[in-house]
């Protein structure tokens, strides 16, 4: 029997699973302090894979290896952290592959948290069958992976595919987390959302003024029941996320987009609309470009990790 433990390591939750034969067959979550660091979590992580391994009868010798799924850009093949965005920033420090040799003397395979969600959809979901998929992930940031020709897309530095939320759709926009102006996550993810809200001049008379907590879930909430504040900011939302869609379809060519993130509980109001935009838009003499919900959105990382282990071992 194969084993792999994955760890997803996200913003807010860590997971960790164990895939046996390329079957989740158990998965942990532990609350992750990302703003503390990496390191500070380490023993945690340590104690919950031990408690994992033993709790299924395993031992070190039945662990083939780890795939480390990391929020921030990695270097996969010296498997290290090369550079973060306010989440585990003490991350570059770690030489994650010594870790895991000195707790279970196996490989540890690292990888960027899109990428390793994108393989995860291609081999276990919805990605099935396509070899050529831009994945991207709607969320606290917008995250974005990409296969062509059946290969994951890494570049010199390991960042082509990557930054697809930081393309400027807006070159007179505000100021991202990244250092540059007018990214698509700048002017629509999560954080910048309340703002988007709360600038609208309409805002003093938006049914939204009585949210404690104005998220996308609001959003579409309030959209829904007609207020007009509502809309016209998700209709802000929509135009920005295809246009950074059109500009990665124009840079990689891919035959699918597969979106993901928390967000797509709306997928029935976000596809038809982002379906729209972009076949009237992109240009695709070929056909167009379908828009398609991941079907793992928890645990699309998991299987990844499985996949990625699998596949440098080999
Ligand atoms: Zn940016």
Request: negative net charge; aromatic residues 8%.
């Amino acid at each position: 029997m194969t084993n792999t433990i994955g760890i997803d390591l996200g913003g807010t939750v860590i997971k960790i699973g164990l895939v046996q034969d390329g079957v989740l067959t158990d998965r942990r979550e532990m609350a992750a302090q990302s703003a503390s660091g990496l390191k500070s979590q380490l023993p945690d992580l340590e104690r919950n894979i031990h408690a994992m391994l033993k709790s299924n009868q395993l031992v070190q010798k039945d662990l083939l290896g780890i795939g480390f799924s990391f929020a921030g850009l990695v270097d996969s093949r010296a498997n290290r952290i090369i550079s973060t965005n306010q989440k585990y920033d003490d991350g570059p420090d770690i030489d994650l592959v010594a870790w895991a040799k000195n707790n279970w003397d196996c490989p540890l395979f690292a990888e960027n948290d899109a990428r390793v969600a994108l393989l995860g959809e291609w081999q276990h979901g919805i990605g099935r069958g396509w070899e050529n998929i831009v994945m991207v992930t709607l969320g606290t940031g917008i995250g974005s992976g990409v296969l062509i020709e059946g290969r994951l897309l890494r570049g010199k530095h390991f960042q082509a595919g990557n930054l697809s939320g930081h393309f400027t759709v807006n070159h007179r926009g505000g100021k991202c987390t990244c250092g540059n102006i007018g990214c698509m996550e700048a002017e629509t993810s999560t954080w910048k959302l309340p703002d988007l809200i709360r600038s609208h001049l309409g805002f003093g008379t938006s049914t939204l003024q009585k949210e404690n907590t104005l998220d996308f879930e609001a959003l579409f909430r309030h959209a829904a029941s007609g207020d007009l504040v509502a809309t016209e900011v998700l209709d802000h939302c929509f135009s920005v996320w295809s246009a950074g869609i059109i500009t990665m379809i124009h840079a990689f060519d891919p035959e699918v987009i597969i979106l993901s993130g928390g967000i797509m509980k709306s997928a029935p109001v976000i596809i038809p609309q982002l379906q729209t935009r972009i076949s009237e838009y992109a240009w695709t003499p070929w056909g167009k470009v379908q828009i398609l919900v991941a079907q793992n959105i928890n645990d699309a990382a998991l299987y990844g990790a499985d996949y990625l282990v699998r596949s440098q071992l080999n």
